[in-house]
């Protein structure tokens, strides 16, 4: 916790740890978005959560050591909330050496066993199998782990979210899929993709307990994401739908050109960590002067976090192998080392 926020007399709430988090999680993704303007992210696609923190930060607040978990395409957020170092995050999506998967992950595809973290996917819905894996691991240890499916509306239309919950239900297994709502799979916007919106009751048709929560209140967030995890670690898997809108195109080059600017502005006043930062001003349990502080300590922690990234060394060609085979197994020859090789020969 910053210096500022310990400062603050901030009694009987915790949502000024939740701001916290968030504003860590806004100010991440803004200098990820600079981090592609200036033309140092790793490939050519990366997905803002901007608008989405109460989801992350909600949930994973409620989490605990040994949970796992998997993410979609739009996971940094998540991540981060659950403690991941920043530095390293910003060194993967630049594809360093020094990022959690050695810059060979990316954006979409950061994981870290040591946080839990089974995976981010950029399959829609191809995360969500794993966490039923996990979860009857979690049973049949005894451990007391409950691993949880983050995705976006857009998974509600893949079959495998449907195969996973049945079978989460049938076997009773600590798992907790989080539909995140972010009005919008790609271009396409909910209403126009189901006949039926109202997602958390597909789930009790499998037997989950479920519910719908709207994300501008991160503390309604965290409520809820506690009582369905405290059931799933029970034996009664859970279903969490957050309501949100996505302030930004589906990535970063997206203009929404399928979105007007008044559907866009309305849209935006759903921001979860203004509305925090509000509450907080309101109640008394912080002033304003005080969130500033904090937020200026938040944005020179992200600042650097673009420094370090740039920073850091590529990884090496040779390195390409290394985490994809079992430790003593060797690694195929690359076909250019292999093409040299051959030419060496004649």
């Known amino acids: 916790m910053m210096n500022a926020l310990n400062e603050a007399a901030v009694k009987n709430s915790n949502l000024a740890d ?3 988090q968030m504003r860590r999680v806004r100010t991440f993704e803004e200098r990820v978005g600079e981090l592609f303007v ?5 490939g050519s696609m990366l997905h803002l959560s901007i608008g989405e923190e109460s989801a992350a930060v909600g949930v994973c607040a409620n989490m605990r050591d040994g949970d796992t978990f998997t993410t979609h395409h739009r996971g940094h957020g998540i991540f981060l909330a659950r403690g991941a170092d920043p530095a390293r995050m910003m060194a993967e999506i630049a594809g360093k050496e020094a990022g959690y998967c050695h810059g060979k992950g990316g954006s979409m595809h950061i994981a870290d066993m040591g946080l839990g973290h089974l995976g ?52 009773k ?18 209403d126009q993709a189901t006949a039926n919106p109202r997602l958390h009751e597909r789930a009790e048709a499998f037997g989950l307990a479920a519910r719908t929560v709207d994300g501008l209140a991160v503390e309604d967030v965290a409520d809820a994401a506690a009582e369905l995890i405290a059931g799933a670690r029970a034996g009664q ?44 001003i309101s109640s008394g349990m912080m002033d304003e002067s005080t969130l500033d502080r904090v937020d200026a300590e ?41 093409l040299e090789r051959i030419l060496a020969r004649e």
Request: hydrophobic content about 40%; glycine content about 12%.
């Open 38 to 42: 200036r033309g140092q992210s790793a």
């Open 120 to 171: 981010a996917n950029a399959i829609v819905g191809g995360g969500i199998p794993a966490v039923v894996g996990a979860g009857l691991a979690a049973r049949n240890r005894k451990t007391g782990g409950v691993s949880l499916a983050f995705f976006g509306d857009g998974a509600t239309g893949q079959g495998i979210l449907y195969e996973s919950m049945n079978m989460a239900a049938l076997w």
């Open 298 to 338: 938040i944005a020179t922690e992200m600042d650097a976090t673009i420094d370090f990234s740039i920073a850091e060394k590529e990884p090496q060609l040779n390195s390409m192998f290394r985490d994809v085979y079992a430790p003593g197994e060797p690694e195929p020859e690359p076909v250019r080392a292999r």
């Open 173 to 190: 297994l600590p798992v907790m899929f989080v539909c995140i709502n972010n009005q919008y799979g790609m271009g396409t916007r909910i």
């Open 18 to 20: 939740l701001y916290y």
């Open 237 to 280: 898997p859970g279903f969490l739908v957050i309501d949100c809108y996505r302030f930004y195109g589906h990535a970063r080059k997206d203009k929404s050109p399928y979105r007007d600017d008044i559907e866009e502005a309305e849209g935006r006043k759903k921001d979860p960590v203004l509305s925090a930062r509000n509450k907080l």
